[in-house]
């Protein structure tokens, strides 16, 4: 069995900063990529970084140059350093790990973005 667990929401400031992490325990191995998702109210859940087995990473364009996203293979951990928050990077946000056989999620961690 799989557990991913993120922890690090809560509430900021815009232009504050916040950081992210989540660990993938249990039986997985072979990880192929873990990343980060977020949901906003009343819209579909979209990615926001991800960082692959080979350490390429991809971001959003709304988060790019103000958000990092960073792995520690041994520990099956990836991190989201956030910076320069606005309001609209409010909403819960999901890790997503992958191995070669399925697609894990966690259960969320809000973050919230005051103005």
């Known amino acids: 069995q799989v557990q991913v667990v993120e922890s690090g929401g809560g509430l900021v400031q815009a232009g504050g900063s916040l950081r992210l992490s989540c660990t993938a325990s249990g039986s997985i191995f072979s990880v192929v990529a873990m990343g980060w998702y977020r949901q906003a109210p009343g819209k579909q859940r979209v990615l926001v970084a991800r960082i692959s087995g080979d350490s390429a990473t991809n971001y959003a364009d709304f988060v790019k140059g103000r958000f990092t996203v960073s792995r520690d293979q041994a520990k099956n951990t990836v991190y989201l350093e956030m910076n320069s928050l606005k309001p609209e990077d409010t909403g819960v946000y999901y890790c997503?790990?992958?191995?070669?056989?399925?697609?894990?999620w966690g259960q969320g961690t809000q973050v919230t973005v005051s103005s």
């Open positions: 997503n790990v992958v191995n070669l056989r399925n697609s894990y």
